[in-house]
Structure formats: structure tokens, C-alpha cells
């Protein structure tokens, strides 16, 4: 099962663009990595999922490694609203997902 | 847009009591999961179901059951609640189909046993 590691928080301003990056040392051939917005006192929001490469939506773009034993969540020039915690998931897209794993999730406060 | 409601955002019970947490999703989804979330340990997978009447184990399933009786609704069950069950609920459900991991959570429950 692969765990990951996220760094506990991150500094940023407005305007600024922030990366996230996420270990997983131990990913499998058929887990993919999800990342996860919460809000305080809210439920986590999906916000993208990638198998390889790199991956981009609307809200953020998702780099991942040839070796996919890492992946990197970009968020293009935040803003304020973007404070929140990001979590990190590696999981299979089907059968057993007893063992769902989120990372620590890593806090990011955006400063004016 | 997908909605899943959890019956209640504050409880207070005593320790002993047995408490039920309802969810339940308006999207069709397959797939229902209970998660609890606790300062600096993130969320943590107790139970999840993939069909009526399914249901396995996550990381922490000790101290709970659940029941899934219909497809829309997933219950969490603490027989005799005890206060290190005091936490943050999170329900959660997803589609078959679509990518496995991409879950809709609720909004939460906020239990606190004293």
C-alpha cells in the first residue's frame, strides 16, 4: 500500500504560484494520485486525479515523474480564498479500496 | 451537482450511549465511505460499502459497524460510545464508473462524547 509524505504547511501570496509536492514511494501499477482541498469546517474537495504526466483543469495542473513516485500539485497564482489544507491520495481506481490512504495533507496559508 | 447530507453537523452523547450517524447522497453512487478526522492525523478510512448490504473494513474499523440497507443512505453505528470516539465524521460516496477516488464528501459531523 503506498503511503505518502507531504510537507505539514506552506507559505504563500497572492499572486504567487504554489507547488505541493507529495511522496509515494511504494505506489503500484494501478493507483492513481488524487488531491484534495478542505476548508475548515467542510468536507474535502476533489480537485484532480493523474496516472502519469501531467494532467490540468480549471483550478490546478498535476506533474508527475516517469517513476510516478512522486507527484506535484501546481495552483497558478493564488489568491486568499486558496488557504486551506491539500491532501494527497494514492489509491486503485477499483476493487479493494479498504485501505484508502490520505497523506497529512499539507496546510497552505496565502498572505496578502 | 452531487449532494451528500449528513444528519447532523453537532452531537453531545455520553459515554455508553449508542449513536447513530446517517448519510446519505442524491447521486446514484455505488460506492459509500465513513471517515474520521482528527487533528494531526488527517482523515482515516473506518468503513466503506460497495452495494447494498456491502460493507468492509477500513484502517479503524474497531468501536464501529455500519449498515447499508438502501442505496442512497450509509449509517455508521457506535454501539457504546466512548470518549476517545469524540471526532470530526466525514461521509463520503462515489460512482463506479467514474475515476474510483473521486469522492463527494458531506459536510460532516462533529461528535463530541463526554
Known amino acids: 500500500l503506498a503511503k505518502t509524505t507531504q510537507p505539514i504547511s506552506m507559505d504563500s501570496y497572492e499572486g504567487q504560484e504554489v507547488n505541493i509536492t507529495c511522496s509515494h514511494n511504494?505506489?503500484?501499477?494501478?493507483?492513481?494520485i488524487t488531491w484534495y482541498q478542505q476548508f475548515p469546517s467542510q468536507g474535502p474537495r476533489f480537485i484532480i486525479q493523474?496516472?502519469?504526466t501531467k494532467v490540468t483543469n480549471e483550478v490546478a495542473s498535476l506533474f508527475i515523474p516517469a517513476d510516478r513516485k512522486s507527484s506535484t500539485l501546481s495552483l497558478p497564482r493564488v489568491s486568499l480564498s486558496d488557504t486551506a489544507v491539500y491532501y494527497c491520495?494514492?489509491?486503485?481506481?477499483?476493487?479493494?479500496?479498504?485501505?484508502?490512504?490520505f497523506g497529512q495533507g499539507t496546510t497552505l496559508q496565502v498572505k496578502p | 451537482d452531487v449532494k451528500v447530507t449528513q444528519s447532523s453537523r453537532y452531537l453531545v452523547k455520553r459515554t455508553g450511549e449508542k449513536v447513530f450517524l446517517e448519510c446519505v447522497q442524491d447521486?446514484?453512487?455505488?460506492?459509500m465511505f465513513w471517515y474520521r478526522q482528527d487533528p494531526g492525523l488527517g482523515l482515516r478510512l473506518i468503513y466503506f460499502?460497495?452495494?447494498?448490504?456491502?460493507?468492509e473494513k477500513g484502517d479503524i474499523p474497531e468501536g464501529y459497524s455500519v449498515s447499508r440497507e438502501k442505496k442512497e443512505r450509509f449509517s455508521l453505528i457506535l454501539e457504546s460510545a466512548s470518549t476517545n470516539q469524540t471526532s470530526m465524521y466525514l461521509c463520503?460516496?462515489?460512482?463506479?464508473?467514474?475515476?474510483?477516488?473521486?469522492?463527494?464528501f458531506g459536510p460532516g459531523t462533529r461528535l463530541t462524547v463526554t
Open positions: 460499502s460497495y452495494d447494498v448490504k456491502m460493507k
Open positions: 447521486m446514484d453512487h455505488e460506492n
Open positions: 511504494n505506489i503500484a501499477t494501478n493507483d492513481y
Open positions: 493523474g496516472y502519469k
Open positions: 463520503a460516496s462515489s460512482s463506479r464508473l467514474a475515476a474510483y477516488y473521486e469522492q463527494y
Open positions: 491520495l494514492v489509491g486503485a481506481a477499483s476493487g479493494n479500496t479498504g485501505k484508502l490512504i
